[in-house]
């Protein structure tokens, strides 16, 4: 059988493209999601270099999957205009899950070691932390988390003991958050948090989009003895309005792949983990 190496060549190209594209459609889409709208002007800056019919092009793209509505100069997200509960679950999740899965199936069964019975822990919400929670159907320990969708997870193993704090429902990733959530964070203890985050550079450390999560993320890594990241490697070089903490507030980073030099040197220096 012969082989055509300009084809296989192309092939690959292709691909490596195509993962591009999704990455940033799904990052204006978490934008969006998280700051309700924006603007092209705004989306010109954070992606110096696509061009503007390309963004253009790809918020075409997310409001033909009723991702988000299209207005004059930006977009809107749908979930600020439409107050479906199932609506704005499924759109959300129904993008994030299908990211990398595999990746945050590999995070997961790294992470679940570092549970220890018989510890108060927190954990935190959103698409990677939803695949390590469904590893903990055993084992006795404390749980606080301000996801929802885990806290009903977790529900499953009769042996824990699940903590939901109060405040405000974002139905974009099923968390809460705000004033009640904060004050809840502040009056207990924390021996260990697994926390998520929606970006990463070494310069700006662990960042998120939302004030409210912003606040209640600083809280618990303030809180808990010992803070664990798990990141898939889609979140990595993309800084997001809100650093939650540095890379020296943290014991353990868990990814996907392999860090590169830059990021092992400064960890050599913080004394973080890279799992």
């Known amino acids: 059988m012969l082989y055509n190496n300009t084809g296989m060549k192309k092939n690959n190209i292709l691909m490596r493209e195509g993962d591009k594209l999704q990455d940033r459609r799904l990052s204006i889409f978490e934008l969006i999601e998280q700051q309700g709208e924006i603007s092209i002007h705004e989306l010109e800056t954070l992606f110096p270099d696509v061009s503007s019919m390309t963004l253009r092009r790809d918020l075409d793209y997310l409001e033909s999957k009723n991702k988000i509505v299209k207005i004059k100069g930006g977009a809107k997200s749908l979930s600020h205009l439409s107050r479906s509960l199932f609506q704005d679950v499924e759109g959300d999740y129904g993008l994030r899950e299908s990211i990398n899965a595999a990746g ?26 939803m695949q390590f929670v469904r590893y903990l159907k055993t084992g006795r320990f404390s749980v606080i988390t301000n996801g929802v969708n885990a806290a009903l997870e977790l529900s499953q193993n009769q042996s824990a003991t699940v903590n939901l704090v109060g405040g405000e429902l974002n139905r974009n990733n099923m968390s809460v958050s705000g004033g009640g959530a904060l004050e809840h964070i502040r009056n207990i203890n924390i021996d260990i948090a697994f926390m998520a985050a929606s970006g990463f550079t070494v310069e700006d450390g662990f960042s998120n989009g939302s004030f409210d999560e912003f606040e209640l993320k600083r809280e618990v890594v303030k809180k808990a003895k010992k803070t664990v990241i798990l990141m898939d490697s889609t979140k990595l070089g993309k800084t997001m309005p809100y650093t939650f903490c540095t890379l020296a507030d943290v014991d353990y980073l868990i990814m996907d792949q392999p860090a590169d030099a830059q990021l092992l040197a400064e960890a050599k220096k913080t004394g973080t983990i890279i799992l």
């Open 104 to 129: 945050k199936h590999l995070i997961a069964e790294k992470a679940t070691p570092l549970i220890e019975s018989g510890r108060s822990i927190y954990i935190d919400a959103g698409s990677t932390i």
